[in-house]
């Protein structure tokens, strides 16, 4: 038997903040979602330099650690365990083997490139798009995007409604390496692993 409904946020998670997990909790109490796959890139098309990114087994770490307490969060490595380059529209075709309507949740800003996504079509035509805008763009901007996705892909976006987040990983990971304080930024269990194995001190 096939589930009704699932949300996927997907990423590199390098690390996985709070930023993430609030936008994940909106996403949950805003589209009653029961479950959300937390899903770490393996080998993402869009990353630049692989070699800068963390080890997967220690992204997977911080991400359990950051999402433990919220059961309705679950680590999904479908990705990280891939070989190859990492496309949506793949992991799409996997989930819809299980599940009958897929949540994507993506930053706004994914809202202006994703027509340039690998199977663009297929992506926007398997799941419903819900966008945070965690860059603070302006909403008529985002909006008239997603008029334009609509009307030219037939895409289902929806925003969710998250607080001002103010960090990202690439400051984060700034942060750590020029030794400056995350406090706040990611959970102290997290905060305690990646210095413990000096992550991000080499960048």
């Known amino acids: 038997m096939k589930s009704n409904v699932i949300g996927v946020m997907g990423g590199t998670f390098d690390p996985m903040h709070i930023g993430h997990l609030k936008i994940a909790v909106a996403a949950h109490e805003q589209f009653k979602l029961d479950k959300i796959l937390v899903m770490p890139s393996g080998n993402p098309s869009s990353y630049k330099d692989v070699s800068q990114l963390a080890d997967a087994k220690d992204r997977c770490n911080i991400i359990s650690m950051t999402i433990a307490g919220f059961p309705f969060l679950e680590l999904s490595e479908m990705e990280i365990r ?25 930053g706004a800003d994914s809202l202006f490139s994703i027509d340039k996504w690998h199977e663009a079509d297929f992506v926007m035509k398997n799941c419903r798009l819900l966008a945070a805008n965690r860059d603070d763009i302006p909403d008529d901007t985002i909006y008239q995007r997603i008029a334009y996705l609509k009307n030219f892909y037939n895409a289902a976006v929806e925003v969710i409604d998250v607080p001002n987040l103010p960090y990202s990983s690439t400051e984060i990971r700034s942060r750590i390496k020029k030794r400056q304080s995350v406090s706040g930024m990611i959970t102290p269990d997290a905060q305690e692993y990646i210095f413990k194995r000096k992550l991000y001190l080499n960048n």
Do not use: Q
């Not at 891939?82 to 993506?106: A, H, Q, V």
């Open 82 to 106: 891939r070989p190859g380059r990492t496309y949506t529209s793949d992991t799409l075709r996997i989930l819809k083997r299980e599940y009958d309507l897929i949540y994507f949740i993506i």
